[in-house]
T-cell receptor, first 114, second 110 residues
């Protein structure tokens, strides 16, 4: 089974709709992240969380919100989707007990806003 | 914040040749530099990383070099194989966040 799972894997929605992307992990990591990937722009950090009660904004948090429901679950919401939020979204985790270390990425969610 | 630039954006090499991807960073506080490989339809996966107290690290056909003074680091892949074809991302971290380069699409021609 995959260590980091994302649901849904693909989603098409209309402008103005609220949408939630979910991430679950079985790695036991305390740190979780949400990124978006756009062609030619690489990966940009939206939000990150170092434990259940810790939420931090990343580079591009406007128009997004998150919820850390449990250590293993981190959800990303688009309150009112707009077309320029069409992108590939990745959830990632890392082990804070090991200090500054690499991230494990999920398989991604492809979101299209029409 | 940190700014990471990555070059080239695309790279084609013959099987067996070497490939080099270069990144520069702006924040002297960055002290951790991972490299990721992303295959089509998948999330990025770590292939090698280096910390600022080390100048070079090697793992089989892959090596990374770091020049803190010049603020640049490079990925070297030797004896390339078709399965090395993918998009490669560098990243720099000054602490809690990671800043990624824009990616290099590597094609290894059999």
């Amino acid at each position: 089974d995959a260590d980091v799972t994302q649901t849904p894997r693909n989603r098409i929605t209309k402008t103005g709709k609220r949408i939630m992307l979910e991430c679950s992990q079985t790695k036991g990591h305390d740190r979780m992240y949400w990124y978006r990937q756009d062609p030619g722009l690489g990966l940009r950090l939206i939000y990150y969380s170092f434990d259940v009660k810790d939420i931090n904004k990343g580079e591009i948090s406007d128009g997004y919100s998150v919820s850390r429901q449990a250590q293993a679950k981190f959800s990303l919401s688009l309150e009112s989707a707009i077309p320029n939020q069409t992108a590939l979204y990745f959830c990632a985790t890392s082990d804070g007990a090991r200090g500054q270390t690499w991230q494990y990425f999920g398989p991604g969610t492809r979101l299209t806003v029409t | 914040g940190e700014n990471v630039e990555q070059h080239p954006s695309t790279l084609s090499v013959q099987e067996g040749d070497s490939a080099v991807i270069k990144c520069t960073y702006s924040d002297s506080a960055s002290n951790y530099f991972p490299w990721y490989k992303q295959e089509l339809g998948k999330g990025p996966q770590l292939i090698i990383d280096i910390r600022s107290n080390v100048g070079e690290k090697k793992d089989q056909r892959i090596a990374v070099t770091l020049n803190k003074t010049a603020k640049h680091f490079s990925l070297h892949i030797t004896e390339t194989q078709p399965e090395d074809s993918a998009v490669y991302f560098c990243a720099a971290s000054p602490g809690n966040q990671f800043y990624f380069g824009t990616g290099t699409s590597l094609t290894v021609i059999p």
